[in-house]
Nanobody, 124 residues
Framework: QVQLVESGGGSAQAGGSLKLSCVAF????????MGWFRQRSGKEREFVAA????????RIGDSVMGRFTISRVTATNTITLHMHSLETEDKAVYYC?????????????????WGKGTQVTVSS
């Protein structure tokens, strides 16, 4: 059984930086995509960033383009979301997800498993 374990997050001031990491545990597998979505209070879940298997193929959501990046270490089944120039609108619960088939997608329906989520709070 695959399990996603998220870490990082917490609180920061606007203009600051935070980092989120996610590790996939449970079995040996290849060719999967991993990424992050977020859900702000009262809003629908929103795509943030995703990485394909090798990390060479990535996608970044429009709302965080130029501020967030994603990196991946295939050997440890880990992805990291690097968040810079944080804005108060970035406050949300961030969810790690994994897609066992296909590349980095912006559609939540393409993902097979979600983590429990980690809270990010940004103050002005």
């Amino acid at each position: 059984q695959v399990q996603l374990v998220e870490s990082g997050g917490g609180s920061a001031q606007a203009g600051g930086s935070l980092k989120l990491s996610c590790v996939a545990f449970g079995r040996t597998f290849r060719g999967y995509a991993m990424g992050w979505f977020r859900q702000r209070s009262g809003k629908e879940r929103e795509f943030v960033a995703a990485s394909g298997w090798s990390g060479a193929s990535t996608r970044i959501g429009d709302s965080v383009m130029g501020r967030f990046t994603i990196s991946r270490v295939t050997a440890t089944n880990t992805i990291t979301l690097h968040m810079h120039s944080l804005e108060t609108e970035d406050k949300a619960v961030y969810y790690c997800e994994i897609a066992f088939q296909g590349g980095p997608s912006e559609d939540s329906e393409d993902y097979d498993l979600w983590g429990k989520g980690t809270q990010v709070t940004v103050s002005s």
